[in-house]
């Protein structure tokens, strides 16, 4: 069964950081675009960033030079680096997969989610 398991959420104060991971079972990354989306309270899902099944990146306008995606293929991860978190971060964060080379923000191009984990940044 394929299946992406998110982890690594927490509570966090501003400034801080975090690293949220994404492992996948079922199925192997490697041919895999994927994407980390978050929901803040009373908003839409929208993307954060997201790597190419080829390695290449995307950071998404609200999170660019804080926040790193990266991958580890043999050990079928993909992993969020967050840092100085701010409050408007605080949100359930998701990865999600699609079998393509390319990225996008639309959660309708991905065909496989994880369950998420929450962020919260406060003080």
């Known amino acids: 069964q394929l299946q992406l398991v998110e982890s690594g959420g927490g509570l966090v104060q501003p400034g801080g950081s975090l690293r949220l991971s994404c492992a996948a079972s079922?199925?192997?990354?490697?041919?895999?675009?994927i994407g980390w989306f978050r929901r803040a309270p009373g908003k839409e899902r929208e993307g954060v960033s997201c790597i190419r099944r080829a390695g290449g990146i995307t950071n998404y306008d609200s999170v660019k030079g804080r926040f790193t995606i990266s991958r580890d293929n043999a050990k079928n991860m993909v992993y969020l680096q967050m840092s100085n978190l701010k409050p408007e971060d605080t949100a359930v964060y998701y990865c999600?997969?699609?079998?393509?080379?390319?990225?996008?923000?639309?959660?309708?191009?991905?065909?496989?989610w994880g369950q998420g984990t929450q962020v919260t940044v406060s003080s």
């Open positions: 079922g199925f192997s990354l490697v041919d895999y675009t």
């Open positions: 999600a997969a699609r079998q393509n080379y390319a990225c996008s923000d639309n959660t309708r191009w991905y065909d496989y």
